[in-house]
T-cell receptor
Framework: KAGVTQTPRYLIKTRGQQVTLSCSPI?????VSWYQQTPGQGLQFLFEYFSETQRNKGNFPGRFSGRQFSNSRSEMNVSTLELGDSALYLC???????????????FGPGTRLTVL | AQKITQTQPGMFVQEKEAVTLDCTYDTSDPSYGLFWYKQPSSGEMIFLIYQGSYDQQNATEGRYSLNFQKARKSANLVISASQLGDSAMYFC????????????FGTGTSLTVIP
């Protein structure tokens, strides 16, 4: 079974630009979550999509948005990029069985975004 | 308050020795799950072990075991017989029963295995 894939793997943008990242989950997984990882900050939760609906949202500004398609693939968009948006963006998929249970998240390799 | 706290930014262990990585959590939800992930320098997160709040026994997966102390709200990861390939960042995470599928991650512990 293929794992979670993310494209592109690396991206360099300048301030003020916008960027779209893509995530393809494991086949059969309906939940896709996005995280921002910066040195010393751990993983900051951005949002989770399940069956094309945003089910959970972290504490990020509205410049960060996402969507999920009927085939469970998800995209994340960041508009008006700032220097502080430079980070590793990780996507994780799971069956989406909300709440208690061992439905672990499987992570993709990440997209490393550099904002100049 | 932080949902997950990992107080050890960096740890060193001699090859073949055991090491414990600390994790404490904060929740008022009686139903929750605790997870440990490993992140090598390549960046990909690898699931290691899971413990449910109602599980009576500590979880084990090969060389990994979870020392679950519910009253203390701690879920420490124990790695036995450390190997050089265990050098990585380790993250503790929690999902609450009432919180949908949102995971809360700690800031991680960097483990270095010394030959």
């Amino acid at each position: 079974k293929a794992g979670v894939t993310q494209t592109p793997r690396y991206l360099i943008k300048t301030r003020g630009q916008q960027v779209t990242l893509s995530c393809s989950p494991i086949s059969g997984h309906r939940s896709v979550s996005w995280y921002q990882q910066t040195p010393g900050q751990g993983l900051q939760f951005l949002f989770e999509y399940f069956s094309e609906t945003q089910r959970n949202k972290g504490n990020f500004p509205g410049r960060f948005s996402g969507r999920q398609f009927s085939n469970s693939r998800s995209e994340m968009n960041v508009s008006t990029l700032e220097l502080g948006d430079s980070a590793l963006y990780l996507c994780a998929s799971s069956l989406g069985l909300a709440g208690y249970g061992s439905d672990e998240q499987f992570f993709g390799p990440g997209t490393r975004l550099t904002v100049l | 308050a932080q949902k997950i706290t990992q107080t050890q930014p960096g740890m060193f262990v001699q090859e073949k020795e055991a090491v414990t990585l600390d994790c404490t959590y904060d929740t008022s939800d009686p139903s929750y799950g605790l997870f440990w992930y490993k992140q090598p320098s390549s960046g990909e997160m690898i699931f290691l072990i899971y413990q449910g709040s109602y599980d009576q026994q500590n979880a084990t997966e090969g060389r990994y075991s979870l020392n679950f102390q519910k009253a203390r709200k701690s879920a420490n990861l124990v790695i036995s017989a450390s190997q050089l390939g265990d050098s990585a960042m380790y993250f503790c995470a929690m999902r609450e029963g009432q919180g949908g599928n949102q995971f809360y991650f700690g800031t991680g512990t960097s483990l270095t295995v010394i030959p």
